[in-house]
């Protein structure tokens, strides 16, 4: 009877483990563990980010004071020729992106509708087409904020439609990246920035935001693949101009585990290397409090900004404006502006504390399960709760350690799996002890 209750106590034991492993082999998906492993990575983000202002960053915000100054989104390019003349002549940042894309012609002064009167109405009045001819130039905003980004380390927006929802083609991407794919492919169209605007910026970066399961933003792709190319995300882009807009690299490092090959991805902008998970991303370096100052557009229009908080900067345009907002749920609040995402990559960049999956995490995620697992139920089906529970204990505080050593080389390795695997045997051998216990005493 006893050998018995032991075999259907390993057996269950055994049916944990695997359904465990089929987890994280992706055979099975398992909610609950999903939400574990989000839960482990943002306590230990919390737990470990940094905090302080930083001065080498700055958000420049298109804020409801900027709206009821100068009216509604989107501004005429004249006032944008201004706020980017102002940025560099008169406050001297180092770089400027933009999270915003100028996908239509601007026809804010009027310029159109003389023109149709030249071809038209006054197609005859030599008095009229010599006044247009004039004034056309100084009428043509498109051309002067075209005028404004030649030479200036600037990176435009864009962003690419993912499968699914459309294959629309608008406007000109930039020159891609990398002649190759690199990253994750999932896009069947694009909208992007007036052809004039492009060919006149340095470069521009797609500003498409990813989220988990749960809906929280954790990681970034800095690498899209789109047709036979690769592109960079906003914040790569516009780290890449504001170091003297050099090519982007890109390669694998090879790495060997238990007799294993693997290949892990990197990406190099402005002469910063910056190791990717498999898909081309990486976890968002999120830091604590307000890192960053939220300048108003309307502000620097005006020459009341404060200089120290955009002299030899980054800059980035973004909106907190109700209606334009761009709002992320993060590890850190449930309304992120999505512009101070791209200034956390930047800075973690800087600093390299961007943080990737080792392409080897799975295949030693896996080992841990089968390993631990099977070590585990040996113990406790030898030795009894007692040394179980030590046993128990020890291995949770094991696997912790190898968390927070993988963490601190800018790793995240997922091992909340693991974890359960070892909390779960115990607990499932446990109850069934004492139940078969139970019911021993009363036969």
Do not use: C
Not at 79 to 97: K, N, P, W
Request: charged share 15%; net charge neutral.
């Amino acid at each position: 009877m006893k050998r018995t209750s032991r075999l259907a106590q390993a057996g269950l034991s055994a049916l944990f483990v695997v359904l465990v492993a089929a987890h994280v082999a992706g055979l099975i998906p398992i909610a609950p563990m999903q939400r574990a492993e989000a839960w482990l990575y943002d306590s230990w983000l919390k737990h470990t980010a940094l905090s302080g202002l930083d001065d080498r960053v700055a958000i420049i915000d298109i804020d409801e004071a900027s709206l009821k100054s100068l009216g509604r989104w989107p501004w005429s390019r004249d006032i944008m020729t201004t706020l980017v003349e102002q940025l560099f002549d008169r406050y001297g940042v180092a770089a400027l992106g933009f999270d915003v894309v100028f996908a239509e012609p601007d026809q804010s002064s009027g310029l159109d509708t003389l023109q149709y009167l030249a071809q038209h109405e006054l197609a005859a009045s030599r008095d009229f087409q010599a006044a247009l001819k004039q004034i056309a130039p100084r009428l043509d905003y498109d051309a002067h904020f075209a005028r404004s980004l030649v030479g200036r380390p600037i990176s435009l927006g864009y962003y690419f439609i993912p499968a699914g929802y459309g294959d629309a083609k608008t406007g000109l991407l930039p020159p891609p990246a990398l002649l190759t794919t690199m990253g994750e492919g999932v896009a069947t169209g694009y909208g992007a920035n007036l052809a004039v605007f492009q060919r006149a910026a340095q470069g521009a970066g797609f500003f498409n935001m990813r989220a988990d399961a749960d809906g929280i933003a954790r990681r970034m792709h800095l690498l899209t693949a789109y047709g036979a190319n690769s592109y960079l995300a906003l914040s790569a882009s516009t780290l890449r101009v504001a170091f003297g807009n050099e090519p982007a690299a890109a390669g694998v490092e090879h790495q060997r585990l238990l007799g294993r090959h693997y290949v892990a991805p990197w990406l190099e902008v402005g002469g910063i290397r910056v190791p990717l998970s498999a898909d081309g991303s990486v976890h968002v370096p999120y830091r604590a409090g307000s890192p960053f100052p939220y300048i108003s557009a309307a502000q620097v229009l005006t020459g009341k900004a404060p200089s120290a908080q955009l002299e030899n900067r980054i800059v980035l345009l973004g909106s907190t404006a109700p209606g334009l907002t761009d709002l992320r749920a993060t590890p850190f609040s449930s309304t992120f502006p999505g512009v101070e995402i791209h200034a956390h990559l930047i800075t973690g960049m800087l600093d390299g504390t961007t943080r990737s999956t080792p392409p080897w995490a799975d295949d030693a995620r896996l080992a841990t399960v089968l390993v631990l697992g099977a070590l585990l139920t040996l113990v406790l089906l030898r030795f009894g709760p007692w040394v179980g529970l030590a046993t128990t204990l020890g291995l949770l505080a094991g696997l912790l350690a190898a968390y927070a050593a993988a963490w601190s080389r800018f790793w995240v390795v997922p091992l909340a799996a693991p974890m359960l695997t070892v909390f779960g045997l115990y607990a499932l051998n446990t109850a069934y002890g004492f139940f078969a216990e139970t019911r021993s005493k009363r036969q």
